[in-house]
């Protein structure tokens, strides 16, 4: 700014003044300013524009992979709905770890982004503190609750239902379920719906047949070898999503498994590759186009001046093919 | 910057010399300045940086569909190399369309981007100028020339040699493919590889062979579907890459067209579905973390004042599945 300030022949004061647009400055003046800041080759709209407003034009998707396709799939969503409006979206991968996820909530409010939507792993609610205090929007794309945020949810209850009398219906009593890690904030929430409904059709989903790991095809790999060793072994399993279910799959065709013959198969999610892996895999289909849609509509809410947090719910669907 | 000055009761240029710390002030005003900007809940570092450095910590990752798996891959192996020097990876999803590479790359330039990693498709080495004036460095990942720029290619003659190679030897001698748009900048340098290859083997890839498209699913299946439709259809079709290759298994399904029986598929980069699908995409790998590591190295030497353009050859092998 001391350079543009240099080479117009005016202060600071004055260009701020200019740039800003915060108080009436000669047009001969401000002529001077906007050639000088020509002349420099700088662009400083977008940055004078940030330090007058505090706020910049950067949305963070704060996830753990991006390759993951439904989060991939998720930020073209949101990209899609926040382009016109002008906003940017950022992409922030953090392995699902928790000094990951504090570093770019620290970014967030340092660089002042206009909004946040993130699928948290490790994070309670007090974490978010900082992002609020600051005045920045946040969009929680997850299953479990966290106070006084927006939300995208799923709305599983009756495909997980469906699923459940499906496997009544054919006899499949052993259920079970290859879950999220047991230290994530918020526990599994998958787990527990998957829990209640076998509950309300009379079967348990016994701790024996639940294994725990990250939302990984590694993850779902060991767990399926795991859940498969085991003296009884489930006849149905649910799986945290699809790439889970896709390592089970790879662990299945290594061990010599029959799919479903031997053990049926659920993902989550309906992922591209769900329906194209083979056998096709069965899922209860939660579009990650969808939930990156109603997280830019919540932002954008919230941005235009919402003051109470609201929670948008995308009905979940179970869809059959050939793995259960 | 006025309301920290107000706050702190001293001047505008005050608080700009403090910020941006371009000149000695007293240690007192110093304190003054960063207690009003901790009160007003502001954290202007990152704005006063860009405005004092003419460079935001942003980079642009400008490509037709971050839904794409080899994108999305691409992005991760992006962000994961720049996320240490402190830079933020923001997604450009263009739909391969001109009027919105051109937005983008006006974003970059207003907005003080400090690079760009881009797959352009309607874009002319002169649409880069003004990006290039302003300094901000660009890396180009595309199997076409862009003068002056740093680019990130594959390095695919051996292995198409050795796909062509194999056609040969197993009486494949009608050689077609699913190439990319006709009116995209550079042509379909694959498609022009794949002709030296084969006129170096003694055959033609002839145009009732060759059909058009963008590089989508959708793409692929109307293109298989217009091949298999000719009095005379090609016994292997090679693709532009493996989504384009996955809607031609769509259409084989479809059409009850056996692969590779009736016609071998060869797909482009072995995304991660290429072995998910059945039959397994026999494919040209480009692995897009690799490319995603190259753009990062290519950019970071020129922020770090490289002058001459640069390319990184990434080696493509060919990896034979069950479609060919």
């Given at each position: 700014m001391s350079d543009v300030a240099r080479v117009a022949g005016v202060s600071v004061t004055t260009v701020s003044y200019v740039l800003s647009g915060k108080r009436a400055v000669a047009e001969s003046t401000s002529q001077a300013v906007h050639r000088a800041v020509d002349e420099l080759g700088f662009t400083l709209n977008t940055a004078a524009r940030t330090l007058r407003t505090g706020r910049s034009n950067l949305v963070a998707l704060v996830v753990p992979d991006?390759?993951?396709?439904?989060?991939?799939?998720?930020?073209?969503?949101l990209e899609e709905r926040l382009r016109g409006p002008g906003y940017?979206?950022?992409?922030c991968n953090t392995q699902a770890r928790r000094p990951l996820?504090?570093?770019?909530?620290?970014?967030?409010?340092?660089?002042?982004?206009?909004?946040?939507?993130?699928?948290?792993?490790?994070?309670?609610?007090?974490?978010?503190?900082?992002?609020?205090?600051?005045?920045?929007?946040?969009?929680?794309?997850?299953?479990?609750?966290?106070?006084?945020?927006?939300?995208?949810?799923?709305?599983?209850?009756?495909?997980v239902r469906a699923a459940v009398e499906h496997a009544v219906a054919s006899g499949r009593l052993r259920i079970g379920m290859i879950a999220g890690p047991r230290d994530a904030q918020g526990g599994d929430?998958?787990?527990?719906l998957l829990r209640v409904q076998a509950a309300e059709a009379g079967y348990a989903v016994p701790e024996e047949f639940v294994v725990r790991g990250e939302h990984t095809r590694e993850a779902g790999d060991a767990g399926f070898t795991r859940l498969m060793s085991r003296p009884v072994h489930?006849?149905?399993?649910?799986?945290?999503?699809?790439?889970?279910?896709?390592?089970?799959?790879?662990?299945?065709?290594?061990?010599?498994?029959?799919?479903?013959?031997?053990?049926?198969?659920?993902?989550?999610?309906?992922?591209?590759?769900?329906?194209?892996?083979?056998?096709?895999?069965?899922t209860l289909r939660y579009p990650p186009l969808d939930v990156g849609h109603a997280a830019a509509a919540l932002l954008t809410e919230r941005s235009e001046g919402r003051v109470h947090s609201r929670t948008h719910r995308i009905p979940v669907t179970f869809v059959q093919r050939s793995t259960f």
């Open positions: 991006i390759a993951n396709p439904f989060y991939a799939q998720l930020a073209a969503g940017h979206v950022v992409i996820e504090l570093a770019f909530l620290a970014d967030v409010v340092e660089q002042r982004f206009a909004g946040v939507v993130i699928t948290p792993f490790r994070l309670k609610a007090a974490d978010f503190e900082p992002v609020r205090a600051a005045g920045i929007p946040v969009v929680v794309s997850a299953d479990h609750w966290l106070d006084g945020l927006d939300q995208v949810v799923p709305d599983a209850v009756a495909a929430p998958r787990l527990d489930p006849d149905v399993i649910f799986c945290v999503n699809d790439v889970t279910a896709v390592g089970a799959l790879d662990a299945a065709e290594r061990l010599g498994v029959q799919v479903p013959e031997d053990v049926a198969l659920v993902g989550h999610d309906d992922v591209v590759f769900a329906s194209l892996v083979r056998p096709r895999l069965t």
